[in-house]
């Protein structure tokens, strides 16, 4: 069976694929039996790959996981666990790749030399601030006034665990928990927004569907950025992945309200 879903052509001699020790490339891994899990790649060559994931995986286990350029269609890459070695919150694997004919080896390559392409600067994410006590606003870099709220996230191999959040927007929220989370790691999220900013339409501000408490949402995100805190505890930034419409307006009443609360 081939490694790379491209498809398969006589063999030949095949290029060679630079090692790259710096990638930091999110990806899904998929094992017979277990669920995909979230994981960095940190190195991949023709015919190994070095990476980094929260979830144990027994030694030449069979795994599955994807890779390529963000516009382009992603190569589906197989290999055996050949290495594990704990690290923090994480462990870091060797994963030794099956045979790849020339076809799948240039398709790999051609993708590394996209990652590798010049883009646009990306803006500049907001700082992370420091924790607010409960119930009290906070004001972020970005200017954006917040209230702390609890949240609960759920990853793909633990039950729900208890955070706060705040900074919310279209895009995505920020989060506090004592809990170590890898970047690009995949999060259930289950909150309801606080209600007691609306009082701030007032009964001139609007029709009284503005007024409406909010319901609780159940969203996807991942995790972008970390910031650690005193006393164990981390900041971390995530990004909201496939919002509902219906979830976009209301975070959208939320800031508004947040805006004529701090007028």
């Given at each position: 069976?081939?490694?790379?879903?491209?498809?398969?052509?006589?063999?030949?001699?095949?290029?060679?694929?630079?090692p790259?020790?710096?990638?930091?490339?999110?990806?899904?891994?998929s094992?017979?039996?277990?669920?995909?899990?979230?994981a960095?790649?940190?190195?991949?060559t023709?015919?190994?790959?070095?990476?980094?994931?929260?979830?144990?995986?027994?030694?030449?286990?069979?795994?599955?996981?994807?890779?390529?350029?963000?516009?382009?269609?992603?190569?589906?890459?197989?290999?055996?666990?050949?290495?594990?070695?704990?690290?923090?919150?994480?462990?870091?694997?060797?994963?030794?790749?099956?045979?790849m004919?020339?076809r799948?080896n240039?398709?790999?390559?051609?993708?590394?030399?996209?990652?590798d392409?010049?883009?646009?600067?990306p803006?500049a994410r907001?700082?992370?601030?420091a924790?607010?006590p409960?119930a009290?606003?906070?004001?972020p870099a970005?200017?954006?006034?917040?209230v702390?709220?609890?949240?609960?996230?759920?990853t793909?191999?633990?039950?729900p665990r208890?955070?706060?959040?705040?900074?919310?927007s279209?895009?995505g929220m920020t989060?506090?928990c004592?809990?170590?989370?890898?970047?690009g790691?995949?999060?259930e999220?289950?909150?309801?927004?606080?209600?007691?900013?609306?009082?701030?339409?007032?009964?001139?501000?609007?029709?009284?569907?503005?007024r409406?408490?909010?319901?609780?949402m159940?969203?996807?995100?991942r995790?972008?950025?970390h910031?650690?805190?005193?006393?164990?505890?981390?900041n971390?930034?995530l990004?909201?992945?496939?919002?509902p419409?219906?979830?976009?307006?209301?975070?959208?009443?939320?800031?508004?309200?947040?805006q004529?609360?701090?007028?």
């Amino acid at each position: 069976m081939p490694w790379i879903t491209t498809g398969s052509t006589p063999k030949r001699q095949a290029a060679v694929v630079s090692p790259k020790p710096s990638m930091e490339f999110p990806t899904s891994l998929s094992v017979r039996g277990v669920p995909s899990a979230p994981a960095i790649i940190e190195q991949l060559t023709a015919g190994e790959c070095r990476l980094r994931s929260v979830v144990f995986l027994d030694l030449r286990s069979v795994v599955e996981f994807d890779f390529g350029a963000p516009d382009r269609p992603r190569i589906f890459v197989r290999g055996q666990v050949s290495s594990r070695v704990p690290s923090g919150p994480y462990f870091a694997y060797t994963i030794s790749l099956a045979p790849m004919t020339a076809r799948e080896n240039d398709e790999l390559v051609a993708a590394q030399r996209r990652l590798d392409e010049p883009r646009p600067a990306p803006r500049a994410r907001p700082a992370l601030f420091a924790v607010a006590p409960a119930a009290t606003e906070a004001m972020p870099a970005n200017g954006r006034p917040s209230v702390q709220f609890p949240i609960f996230y759920r990853t793909a191999f633990e039950g729900p665990r208890p955070g706060r959040a705040a900074s919310v927007s279209a895009t995505g929220m920020t989060m506090t928990c004592n809990d170590a989370l890898v970047e690009g790691m995949a999060l259930e999220l289950t909150f309801t927004l606080p209600s007691v900013v609306l009082e701030a339409y007032g009964e001139r501000q609007g029709p009284a569907t503005l007024r409406r408490p909010f319901r609780q949402m159940v969203l996807q995100a991942r995790v972008i950025c970390h910031q650690p805190l005193n006393g164990g505890a981390c900041n971390y930034g995530l990004e909201f992945r496939n919002l509902p419409l219906e979830s976009r307006e209301e975070i959208a009443r939320y800031e508004r309200a947040l805006q004529l609360a701090k007028r």
